[in-house]
C-alpha cells in the first residue's frame, strides 16, 4: 500500500529543545515536501526536496532544517523549537515527470505544540 | 513571496445544491491543483490543470485553469454530505516546480 508515514503524530515540547520529526515513502518518489497548517492561513510550504541531497527553501524555513540522504526519508529538524511554531505539520510525497506531478500523497499529519 | 486569495473562505449548503469556489493570484502560475481534506486527515489532490484555459472533471467535480493563468475555479455539483471538508488549491511555476504555493482553504458544510 502506498503510503507516507510520519511520527511523532502528537509532541509537547518545551522552547529550546532539539527535535525532530521523520517522514518516510514507500513509493520511490524523487520529489518530497513539507509543510505547516495554521488556522486562516492554509498551507505553506517549509522546505522541499527534488531527490536524495538536493533540498530547497519554501515560504516559511525559518527556524527549520531538513536533510534528504537517502530517497525514502525527509526528516523536519526543529535546532531550538519556540511557540511561534506550535502548528499542525505535513509531509508529502509526489511522482513527478517533466514538472508535472502525475501522484502525490501527504502524510498523517504532526500536531506539534512548543510551551 | 506569491500570494494566492481563496473564495469563500467558508459555504453552508444544503444537500444536492452546487458549489463554486475559486483561487485568484497575483502572479502567473503553470500549474494549479486542486486539494481537500478531510478532519484529522492529510490533503488529497483532486484535480490537476496544466494548461491554460483547460477545463477537467473528476466525477461531480469540475476544474478550471483561468486564461490569464492568475485564477482557477472549482465547483461541485449535486453536493453530498461527504463532500464536507477543507478544499484548498495551490499554484506551481514548471521552472521551480518543487514549490507550491497553498491557498487559505474554503471550508464546506453540507446540510443533510
Known amino acids: 500500500e502506498a503510503q507516507v508515514t510520519q511520527n511523532p503524530r502528537y509532541l509537547i515540547t518545551v522552547t529550546g529543545k532539539k527535535l525532530t520529526v521523520t517522514c518516510s515513502q514507500n513509493m520511490n518518489h524523487e520529489y518530497m515536501s513539507w509543510y505547516r497548517q495554521d488556522p486562516g492561513l492554509g498551507l505553506r510550504q517549509i522546505y522541499y526536496?527534488?531527490?536524495?541531497?538536493?533540498?530547497d527553501k519554501g515560504d516559511v524555513p525559518e527556524g527549520y532544517k531538513v536533510s534528504r540522504k537517502e530517497k525514502r526519508n525527509f526528516p523536519l529538524i526543529l535546532e531550538s523549537p519556540s511557540p511561534n511554531q506550535t502548528s499542525l505539520y505535513f509531509c508529502?510525497?509526489?511522482?513527478?515527470?517533466?514538472?508535472?506531478?502525475?501522484?502525490?500523497?501527504f502524510g498523517p499529519g504532526t500536531r506539534l505544540t512548543v510551551t | 513571496g506569491q500570494q494566492l486569495n481563496q473564495s469563500p473562505q467558508s459555504m453552508f449548503i444544503q444537500e444536492g445544491e452546487d458549489v463554486s469556489m475559486n483561487c485568484t493570484s497575483s502572479s502567473i502560475f503553470n500549474t494549479w491543483l486542486w486539494y481537500k481534506q478531510d478532519p484529522g486527515e492529510g490533503p488529497v489532490l483532486l484535480i490537476a490543470l496544466y494548461k491554460a484555459g483547460e477545463l477537467t472533471s473528476n466525477g461531480r467535480l469540475t476544474a478550471q485553469f483561468g486564461i490569464t493563468r492568475k485564477d482557477s475555479f472549482l465547483n461541485i455539483s449535486a453536493s453530498i454530505p461527504s463532500d464536507v471538508g477543507i478544499y484548498f488549491c495551490?499554484?506551481?511555476?514548471?521552472?521551480?516546480?518543487?514549490?507550491?504555493?497553498f491557498g487559505q482553504g474554503t471550508i464546506l458544510t453540507v446540510h443533510p
Open positions: 526536496s527534488m531527490n536524495v541531497e538536493v533540498t
Open positions: 495551490a499554484g506551481q511555476l514548471r521552472i521551480s516546480y518543487g514549490k507550491l504555493t
Open positions: 508529502a510525497s509526489s511522482g513527478a515527470s517533466g514538472g508535472v506531478f502525475y501522484e502525490q500523497y
